[in-house]
């Protein structure tokens, strides 16, 4: 799953448990039965759950590319510089 996958599938998880939240509560105000809210409720989270853990292929529409091994070796990593630490004060107490 890519990045926007990832945004999309999130964005999805929360839509579908707020209409399964909304849709659980007017089945359970309108036939009176809070048993029944809990099992429509239920059912929007193993749907919410189908529909978003799995990585399906529409979440893989952006694919990161990759540096190959050799590709990566040509540009090495960036270095810490000891300037940018000796730089910060020290927080302490003074004696």
């Known amino acids: 799953m890519d990045w926007q996958g990832?945004?999309?599938?999130?964005?999805?998880?929360?839509?579908?448990?707020?209409?399964?939240?909304?849709?659980?509560?007017?089945?359970?105000?309108?036939?009176?039965d809070f048993q029944l809210m809990l099992l429509v409720y239920a059912g929007g989270v193993v749907l919410t759950?189908?529909?978003?853990?799995p990585n399906w292929p529409f979440f893989n529409r952006h694919p990161l590319k990759w540096l190959d091994a050799a590709e990566a070796d040509r540009h090495p990593r960036p270095q810490v510089c000891a300037a940018t630490t000796a730089g910060k004060k020290k927080i302490g107490k003074n004696k």
């Open 6 to 32: 990832q945004k999309c599938a999130e964005m999805l998880m929360q839509l579908l448990l707020v209409v399964s939240a909304v849709a659980a509560f007017l089945v359970g105000y309108a036939m009176a």
């Open 49 to 53: 759950a189908l529909v978003t853990i």
